[in-house]
């Protein structure tokens, strides 16, 4: 008798150890509330993944034209330079910046020149902490200069280096030197190579 009760005792638990073991088992359903609630809008952030790919921005500082005053008694080769620029960011280490750039106003025996440029750069980006970074940048330019005797314009290639201090997430001090090339500077077709040094500030769109 004692036996038949073990029986039937065994025969009623194990299906309830079965279907628990199943139960077990079986995958969790979804929690539709607990993903919307850890949902992280990306909307920021461009095609590329790049949080706040846009940026733009300006900067001031002295000109100079190199080889601008060789043989000339009354010369002023320098002078304030300004320029406004914008960019994308293609990745977080290379950008495509555009600008225009105002190199000042040189003169010599009695000729003056106002000169410009248009310029659109590739810029490499390496970050050297959280918040400094250092560039170099390499492209082309269409420079005009508005000489005494008449303007001329041409086609040329520019080049810089530079640092960027982060102030926060979409604010940064920015120092650069860079060369323009070649640019005609006098009504006799001599070229000078511009220097520019600048302190300026970039910011990038939300």
Request: hydrophobic content about 35%; some cysteine; aromatic content about 10%.
């Amino acid at each position: 008798m004692n036996n038949v009760k073990k029986s039937l005792f065994a025969m009623g638990i194990l299906p309830v150890l079965i279907l628990s073991t199943a139960q077990a088992d079986l995958p969790k359903a979804f929690d539709y509330n607990k993903a919307s609630a850890n949902y992280v809008d990306n909307s920021s952030e461009g095609g590329n993944g790049v949080s706040n790919p846009y940026y733009f921005g300006g900067a001031i500082g002295p000109s100079e034209a190199g080889s601008y005053c060789s043989g000339a008694s009354n010369c002023e080769d320098k002078d304030t330079a300004w320029k406004l620029f914008a960019g994308y960011k293609v990745t977080d280490k290379l950008s495509a910046e555009g600008a225009y750039v105002n190199l000042g106003d040189i003169h010599k025996d009695g000729e003056n020149s106002d000169v410009s440029a248009i310029t659109l750069n590739a810029v490499g980006t390496v970050p050297v902490t959280e918040q400094f970074d250092v560039f170099g940048k390499v492209g082309a330019m269409r420079w005009s200069s508005d000489n005494s005797g008449g303007s001329e314009n041409g086609y040329g290639f520019t080049y810089g280096v530079g640092a960027k201090m982060h102030l926060n997430e979409t604010t940064k001090l920015r120092a650069e030197w860079e060369k323009l090339p070649g640019i005609e500077t006098s009504n006799n077709g001599d070229d000078s190579d511009i220097n520019m040094l600048s302190i300026g500030v970039e910011l990038s769109t939300y």
